[in-house]
């Protein structure tokens, strides 16, 4: 019985070790299986979120280009972006691509960013993380549909590529052109409900902007106009 | 507990179903009912979880210790609901992404824990399996009636399909208080038809009994 008690104990810790090393080998091996699925699936969605910025590009024709500039915390990168396989010669630059973020309401957005070869035009955004408010916030990423359930069944439904509506509003704008008026921004098609979430997409694209500009030294942001920037401002609504 | 095989597996529809009788697991219930979308790949994920817990519960639960049988299911279930997100993320990102923070939060979730503790260290392999099925499913039923209630007036949708063209969407019922005030209604409606059940038990059977 002494011995027992005393044994207790070990059979306790030996008990929950074995099934800690278990779970873990169980982990690993799933993990070894779904790995290169993970990475390949991070790799088509950053893929995707450049040709969506580009829509001329071609899918083999992205340079990653690696600063010296720092954003973020991290080392900050830009895609060069060309309309054919890199290893063609007689590809084009027809601009570049990075990535931005802003603080929304309940997350921090992150938008990724094509801008023409002068850095003078925002080719189309692209917003690749957000939590926003379902049904608020983040209606921002929000594909206008036209399909409706009968479509299914009638053949003569219309098959139209959906298009995101708020994002596509920034394709072929000109970043001066994105100027603040009052607590939001010039001619920007806000979210119903969700003042905070609009400015920081438009706080995001022109992070990236910026970001890109110094890093480069290409299409100067005036450092008077980022002054006056709208901030996410803690109010009633989103 | 010599019930049946086939109550084991039906209980969790009607009977202990478990966000509508037992009350379990109602964080993600409400997160995640936005649309029926999301809460069929929640409620699958809940299932695979549920039954592979259960079975792995049930076949150590006179190996383990009862003083740490507690971090030892809560190991089982982490594992479980690992390897779901792993595939998840792997072959299904867009279902990852829309559930966001509540499929790693499936380890907390009280059902599983609850089924482990209550049921699967208590009986045998196949009344375990079935058990969890059963309440998987039934916690799948629910999710999904909620959504679709959720998705048809918040959303105007259902599946992702536009109902009435040109329907304006009470965008409440897509935020939190639309997903306490249809959860309150269902479990009232609920309760009410079962406890007129339980009165008209009552008022037939006493007089039986006088005579």
Known sequence: MKAETKEQPLVLVVVLAVVCALAGLALGFVYQLTGPSIHIQKQKADRAALLAVHPGASPEGLKLVKTEHEAHGEQFEYHEVYDKPLDDDTKELIGYACEGRAQGYSSTIVVTVGLSPDASTITGIKITAQQETPGLGANCEEVESDTYIWNIFSPRAKAQAPKPWFQSQFSGRSIDGLVPEGKSYKDVRALSGATITTNAVVRATLDAVETFSTATSLGQVDAETSATWPEAEGGGEE | ?211
Request: aromatic content about 10%; charged content about 15%; overall charge positive.
């Open chain 2, 1 to 211: 507990m010599n019930a049946p095989a086939s109550r084991e597996f039906t209980k969790g529809f009607s009977k202990s179903n478990p966000v509508f009788v037992l009350l379990l697991g109602l964080c993600p219930t409400l997160a995640v009912s936005v649309t029926v979308h999301n809460a069929v790949g929640m409620a699958l994920a809940m299932t695979f979880v549920l039954v592979c817990s259960n079975v792995i519960i049930s076949l150590a639960r006179d190996i383990i210790p009862p003083k740490v049988r507690i971090p030892c299911f809560i190991v089982v279930i982490a594992t479980f609901v690992t390897i779901v997100e792993l595939v998840m993320q792997a072959y299904m990102p867009p279902l990852y992404k829309s559930l966001g923070i509540f499929v790693p939060l499936i380890v907390v979730n009280c059902i599983i824990l609850g089924r482990a503790e209550a049921f699967a260290s208590k009986n045998a392999v196949g009344a375990s399996l079935l058990d969890g099925l059963g309440m998987g499913f039934g916690f799948g039923w629910a999710l999904v009636l909620l959504a679709t209630v959720r998705e048809i007036l918040g959303h105007g949708t259902f599946f992702g399909y536009e109902l009435v063209p040109g329907f304006q969407p009470a965008l409440i019922m897509i935020l939190p208080p639309g997903a306490f005030l249809s959860l309150g209604l269902m479990l009232g409606w609920i309760n009410w038809r079962r406890s007129r059940r339980a009165r008209r038990r009552q008022d037939t059977a006493p007089p039986l009994k006088l005579e």
